[in-house]
Every structure is written in C-alpha cells, then in structure tokens.
C-alpha cells in the first residue's frame, strides 16, 4: 500500500480506487464510501472529484448522490493489474496484526487473499480466549485496504478440531481448496490438518 500510495499521490486515493474496482456495478454514496474505506470525508470528497474528472467514477444521473466505477474508464485493465491483481498486501503485517487477538494457534488464508475467486471463506483464525472486538476492528482495517468486504471464520481450538475430525463441509471446503497457512502454532497437529 505505501508504494501504491506513493506511485498514485496518497493511500486514500488507493483505498478509495480499490474499492470500486472491487465491486464493481455496485454504487455508493460519500458517506459508505468513508465508512468502507476508513478514510476522513474530506478526505473523499477531494478524491471523488478527482476520480470524477479522470472518469474513473460516474454518478448515475447529474442529480444523484451515489458513485460508482465507469466501466469505460479508458485505463481499467491496467488500474485493476495494478491495484487488485498485484500482490501488494503485506502477509507479515497480517499475521502480526491476528496474533495479537488472543491465544491464536492458526491462521490460514485463502479467497481474496490468494485471488480465488471460488472459496468460501478468506480467512480463518483458530484459537483460545480471543478478543472478537479486537478482531473485528482489524477485519475492518483490512477490509478498508483491499477495498473488498472479508469473510472470515474464528473457531476455538476444540471446536476447530471435532470439526476437522467430523469433515465438517466448512473445515473441509477451507483445506481442500487453494490456502495459505500465515500461522499455526506446535501444539497444534498441522499434519492432521494437512492430511485430512
């Protein structure tokens, strides 16, 4: 994101570009737009202009109050390369920042994270006494980076393993499709998770 941030003026701006590249045929006003992409409305309002005045973006009509990505923007392809296609996410800053949520013992990404489009959860955190507030809040920093809403499964250690060994479909979708493990503690059998 800083060299991102650096190459395109701000991280704002980054955030805010993502943010319609991802959901695309989706509109949002100002306000959604702060929110999702935790960026401060003055902040968004410059940058909306400026995304307006390139095309990026396109109201619906001269009266609305939404946005949302012009598909004839004349540099789409290479926008998208550039900003959701390249791998610019910083793994270790993700594993750094879930570790921090309780008594992590796994953390296992997929989806969004390793472009698959197909997978039905991006990330999974496996662990003891976590903090689902602390959790939630940097879901939503992370969310607000990749300009894409996550979907992410927390399953306490016990329960994570009667359902490993029950092939519960969730666990089994998780594991028997393209993932990355960021984390996984000794105590836990990785070689009962890989081989099941």
Known sequence: MEILGKILGNGAR????????????????SK?????SRVNPLVVRKELKLLASINFIKKRSPTSLDWSFNPSFKYAVEMEDL??????LNKGNILNDFKKVGQVKLIIIS??????????????IVGDKMNRGKIEKEIRKLEAEIGVEIVYALF???????RLSMYDKLVRDILDFPHEILFHAKELNMEVVRHT
């Open 14 to 29: 980054v955030k805010i570009m993502r943010l319609f590249l991802l959901n695309k045929g989706k509109s949002f006003i």
């Open 156 to 162: 306490e250690t016990k329960e994570f393993i009667y």
């Open 83 to 88: 900003l959701v296609r390249s791998n610019t």
């Open 32 to 36: 959604d737009i702060v929110r999702r």
């Open 111 to 124: 989806g969004v994270f390793i472009r698959n489009k197909d997978s039905r959860v991006d990330l999974l």
